[in-house]
């Protein structure tokens, strides 16, 4: 074998390989949208979210607006005494 004959199989071909897998690995990085970093003006409309869309019925917000005092059952915090 030749000097350029080794070069191209023990050179060429690995860093073909490597530079093939890393642009299939960037290319996500390049195609999707400009995160939003904190400091930017958000331009989006405001989205409600819920763990369970089902749960937000009339009976949830009733309490709230009657001015009624809200039962808390959970236990536990930073004092640590569950």
């Known amino acids: 074998m030749t000097l ?7 050179a060429a071909i690995p860093l ?3 530079g093939a897998i890393a642009l299939l690995t ?3 990085k390049f195609a999707k949208a400009p ?3 904190p400091g930017q003006e958000w331009e989006h409309d405001p ?5 369970n ?5 009339s009976a949830h917000h ?10 808390h059952t959970a236990k536990g915090g930073a004092r640590g005494g569950w």
Do not use: D, N
């Open 4 to 10: 350029v004959e080794t070069l191209l199989v023990f």
């Open 16 to 18: 073909a390989i490597y």
């Open 26 to 28: 960037l290319r996500e």
């Open 35 to 37: 995160r939003y970093r």
């Open 47 to 51: 989205v409600w979210w819920t763990a």
């Open 53 to 57: 869309p089902a749960g937000l019925g």
């Open 62 to 71: 009733g309490a709230a607006e009657s001015g009624a005092t809200p039962v």
